[in-house]
């Protein structure tokens, strides 16, 4: 057996499952294997923006409206009805009827508020952020209600479809929040949890007589799988050991390597741009990269295209913005992000960082070191940027830690660059991420950026909200507020034998359709 299917072995051992026998017809019983790169370590959604955690998390809850992965409109789930006032300080919703969470109770308007009003508690990063200026949700009836802000919020409809607004049974808004992390939360979606084993694995079970999915669904009624089954598999050829082996049916983040294999043979990729914020190397302003010339130095030094073409593949881009191309009123600026590392030279040796004698830069005696904070595993990609930052003179130190220690250390500022990306199909992201007001984990200090992040969200109209929008991107570049790498895809190789899997407008594993054969 292949080291890296022993690997796998050891972690979790996986039972030859009904779905993948050679019988060709559905299977009711049968059981889905997903590979995940990483233990996320928190599954409550409102609590956490991991990938990882929302794969999951997506198929414990449901959301109010949806969002149509192809065309970006937002349509019907929970509430069947929904408007926004003339002024965009309200939102008025109508719930479908029937709705319950998996504990009994009823999924009402009041659960709606109590989701909300607890959300709003939460740190104002991920999608607490996306309630900015909630003032309160107005309960007319067990059906009918209306959220207010005290601006107009021009992103809140397309939030109302993430997995972080899921609706949650009002007994969760009481419950312990490390509780909640470790699936001490109870939803409305078509699967339950059954247990999540720390570093491990995660196994949710096919909710019995669920009957309200999205109307973007392909049938009605309960999951056609009785579960999901996701282990924790962090070397990526152990992931495609256990897809080429028949262990799991679905391996994430395949590496560029082994992407071949898996277009043909009784597999399949999956693949989709992601849209949002793009993987850049978020910068912790409190420290040495307080000097813009320094952050400059970094915006200019990387080479985007070398990492496309040398470690990522054919799916993915050379960042050209903050934003990601297939993001709503993004614009190409790829004018401030041409690779120049004559300029990046010049600028270091402006800032005093002059050449040592191994080639790394000082300044007073002290060596120009940068702590690279990553959430385990590293990804190549991280190795290459390091590379060809060492070429200009900075050490990096790429230091992975398990992705509840990355959150800790995130939020006490303990590193000079972490790689925090967005995923959402709306430029509000550029608020959660750089608004002074927020959680500001990069501690900018407040600027005019402020006031454009903020005139977008309250913009009434698409031509404002594209001003805005336009401003802050070029602020936050002029400014070498972060250093975007790449436009993320994601890669997935799946077996043939699983039909109906998708992702959802934020590229979220939608469960509900799958069948196997």
Not at 70 to 94: H, M, N, R, Y
Not at 115 to 128: C, E, M, Q, S, V
Not at 219 to 241: L, M, Q, S, W
């Amino acid at each position: 057996m292949p080291a890296t299917v022993r690997a796998l072995t050891a972690l979790v051992p996986l039972l030859l499952l009904p779905a993948c026998a050679s019988d060709a017809s559905p299977a009711a019983d049968a059981v889905l294997a997903v590979a995940l790169p990483a233990d996320p370590g928190c599954l409550d959604p409102q609590q956490t923006g991991q990938l990882a955690a929302l794969d999951v998390s997506r198929s414990l809850v449901d959301t109010l409206t949806d969002q149509d992965p192809e065309t970006g409109e937002i349509v019907p789930w929970l509430a069947q009805e929904f408007k926004a006032s003339p002024d965009g300080k309200s939102f008025s919703f109508v719930l479908r009827e029937g709705v319950t969470f998996s504990d009994g109770t009823p999924l009402d308007s009041d659960a709606v508020k109590a989701t909300f009003d607890r959300l709003i508690k939460f740190p104002a990063n991920g999608a607490p952020a996306y309630l900015r200026g909630y003032q309160g949700t107005d309960v007319a009836d067990a059906r009918r209600f209306t959220v207010t802000f005290d601006a107009p919020n021009a992103q809140f409809l397309q939030a109302t479809s993430g997995a972080g607004f899921g609706i949650l049974s009002p007994k969760t808004a009481t419950a312990d929040p490390a509780e909640r992390c470790r699936g001490g939360f109870v939803g409305s979606g078509p699967f339950v949890l059954d247990h999540y084993t720390a570093n491990q694995e995660i196994v949710i079970k096919r909710r019995e007589g669920y009957a309200w999915p999205s109307s973007l669904a392909e049938h009605e009624g309960e999951a056609k799988i009785a579960e999901a089954r996701f282990v924790f598999v962090p070397e990526a050829g152990a992931r495609t050991g256990a897809l080429a082996s028949g262990q799991v049916h679905v391996a994430q983040n395949i590496q560029a390597a082994d992407r071949a294999r898996f277009e043909g043979g009784g597999f399949r990729l999956l693949t989709k741009a992601v849209p949002g914020l793009v993987p850049p190397l978020s910068l912790n302003h409190a420290g040495v990269l307080g000097d813009q010339r320094l952050r400059a130095a970094l915006l200019v030094g990387v080479d985007r295209q070398a990492l496309v073409d040398t470690v990522l593949g054919p799916q993915f881009k050379p960042a050209t913005s903050v934003l990601s191309s297939t993001t709503p009123f993004y614009a190409d600026r790829s004018d401030l992000l041409r690779h120049d590392p004559d300029r990046a030279k010049k600028l270091l040796d402006e800032a005093g960082w002059k050449p040592g004698p191994d080639g790394i830069r000082t300044k007073d005696g002290k060596a120009l070191k940068l702590v690279w904070l990553i959430p385990a595993p590293t990804p190549p990609v991280n190795e290459l940027v390091q590379q060809q930052l060492r070429t200009l003179g900075i050490d990096v130190e790429l230091r992975a830690v398990p992705p509840a220690k990355y959150v800790e250390q995130q939020q006490k500022g303990e590193f000079d660059m972490t790689a925090v990306a967005v995923t959402r199909a709306d430029p509000d992201v550029l608020r959660n991420i750089f608004a002074t007001k927020g959680a500001n984990l990069w501690r900018l200090p407040p600027s005019d950026l402020d006031s454009f992040l903020d005139a977008q969200a309250e913009a009434t109209d698409d031509t404002a909200r594209k001003e805005a929008v336009d401003k802050a991107v070029t602020w936050i570049l002029e400014h070498a507020d972060t250093v975007p790498l790449y436009e993320n895809a994601l890669v997935h190789a799946v077996s043939a034998k699983v039909d109906g899997l998708g992702l959802d407008a934020s590229t979220r594993l939608s469960l509900h359709d799958v069948a196997l054969s």
